[in-house]
């Protein structure tokens, strides 16, 4: 099995709305059995929760389900538990260094790094644009599986 934990600030929009695309992407190209994903929090604010309600309405539009997803926060021992860690965006991924206490891993990332934009994906709980949002997520996690196929060989199998 190959382990996936996408991080935000939060956990209720962008992480959870990564999670949800990438589970879907590997639903549609049947690698759910080789392929797992979870997300998480660098903060302590939402445990529990679920979803922001623009991520849960954006996601419908395109009918992913958000169903059972709750928020918790990323823990020192995710470290051994995951193949990728992701971070949305630069400061998330300062957190989860210090988090992880792991300072230059390459099992860490940005999310966008992955793709040609190099950037951070914008936070829709600030910008209320969960579109735009939601649209960076399609291309990212269609970058990491790019990236997973590459360094796998048995998933492309
Ligand atoms: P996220 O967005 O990191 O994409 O989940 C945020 C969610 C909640 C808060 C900030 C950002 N907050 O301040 O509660």
């Not at 790094?113 to 949002?133: A, I, M, N, R």
Request: charge should be negative; glycine fraction near 6%; charged fraction near 30%.
């Amino acid at each position: 099995m190959i382990d996936v934990l996408f991080v935000c600030l939060g956990n209720i929009c962008r992480s959870p709305m990564a999670e949800a695309v990438f589970r879907n992407l590997i639903e549609k190209e049947k690698l759910s059995d080789q392929i797992k994903v979870e997300s998480a929090a660098t903060s302590a604010w939402h445990i529990g929760d679920p979803p922001h309600r623009g991520t849960i309405t954006k996601l419908a539009e395109y009918n992913i389900s958000t169903e059972g997803m709750t928020g918790r926060q990323l823990q020192k021992e995710d470290f051994q538990k995951f193949d990728y860690i992701i971070g949305m965006d630069h400061s998330n991924v300062t957190n989860i260094r210090q988090i992880l206490e792991q300072p230059d891993h390459p099992k860490v990332m940005r999310f966008l790094d992955l793709t040609e934009h190099e950037k951070d994906v914008p936070d829709p709980y600030y910008t209320g644009d969960f579109q735009e949002t939601y649209d960076l997520v399609i291309e990212g996690c269609q970058a990491l599986l790019d990236k997973m196929k590459r360094e796998h060989k048995e998933l492309s199998r």
